[in-house]
């Protein structure tokens, strides 16, 4: 990764570990895990709109493209986001953190087949493992718990992070022609009419609408959603999808920390090194130690595409 992709892959981790800050007042008011999410992806695609039509062009995709959408929308954000809004209430939230930190692993091991420019090799594979070994540690306590949670609540929480993982591969090999903003426009956009009429089947779109809760999910929408997506998209299509799925080992140390200074919540000796046990993981896949410790004799040669790992 280059620094303006870090950069991206850093301001990715704030916005969307700071989300579970708009979440927590949005469940808190009684609105449903359906509707919260229909509303997500609606907001996410309307908050791109201008952008798409101010290149109309962009728009004009061919009808295997939108095809595409159609099933990334699924597979990319309603099926993974109606299973995280089932099984929420049936496992504790740092086991079902962790499962979610298993993205990077399918990643990599779907990159195997079918990205060959992402193998894993040896630094790569001890930061993929020393990242989820960091969640682990920040979740740890909740792993007590996990006796008492459902073997099949578990086991769906990993299929949709599979999807992710899937999805992300996907992305990288066959949309890399598609502007990143139509991409994730496209995407929620089909992601909203598959979720809406389950919003409405299931009462989702109860509770208290103070303005807190409508600010929270008009930030959850327009930025945690549409424009945090849109530069995911470009995340994956620039730097490679398990660079950008490392994302996801960020986003819990971020959303303890933001739980920390809003809400006063403790942080213990696990946090810190937990903490520190992802940093260092993120370091490896990027290959920062080598780079560090290795001078070349002479002017280096590019070995990688511009825009690539």
Do not use: K
């Amino acid at each position: 990764m280059n620094n303006r992709q870090l950069s991206v892959l850093a301001i990715l981790a704030l916005t969307w570990g700071c989300s579970f800050l708009f979440i927590r007042v949005i469940v808190d008011a009684g609105v449903g895990p359906m509707g919260m999410a229909s509303l997500r992806t609606l907001l996410g695609g309307i908050s791109l709109l201008p952008l798409a039509l101010a290149s109309r062009r962009n728009l004009r995709q061919p009808r295997s493209t939108w095809i595409a959408f159609a099933g990334l929308g699924l597979m990319n954000f309603a099926v993974p986001w109606t299973i995280f809004g089932i099984v929420g209430s049936r496992i504790p939230s740092g086991v079902s953190s962790i499962a979610n930190s298993t993205a990077p692993l399918w990643v990599a091991l779907l990159s195997v087949p079918l990205l060959h420019e992402e193998r894993i090799r040896g630094g790569r594979a001890v930061g993929l493992a020393l990242g989820f070994f960091g969640v682990v540690l920040l979740m740890g306590e909740d792993l007590a718990h996990l006796q008492g949670s459902s073997p099949g609540s578990i086991a769906l929480v990993l299929l949709a992070t599979l999807f992710y993982g899937a999805s992300s591969v996907y992305i990288r090999r066959y949309m890399g022609h598609v502007p990143p903003v139509i991409l994730a426009m496209g995407q929620m956009s089909f992601a909203a009419l598959y979720l809406a009429p389950l919003a409405l089947v299931t009462g989702s779109y109860g509770g208290d609408w103070d303005p807190n809760v409508v600010a929270s999910i008009l930030a959850l929408g327009l930025l945690g959603s549409g424009v945090a997506v849109a530069a995911y998209m470009w995340l994956i299509q620039q730097a490679g999808a398990v660079s950008a799925s490392l994302v996801t080992y960020l986003i819990p140390p971020v959303g303890i920390l933001a739980g920390w200074l809003a809400f006063d919540e403790h942080i213990g000796w696990n946090i810190l090194a937990g903490l520190a046990s992802i940093l260092a993981g993120v370091a490896f896949v990027q290959g920062i130690p080598q780079r560090r410790t290795t001078v070349p004799e002479s002017p280096p040669a590019l070995s990688h595409p511009a825009g690539g790992e």
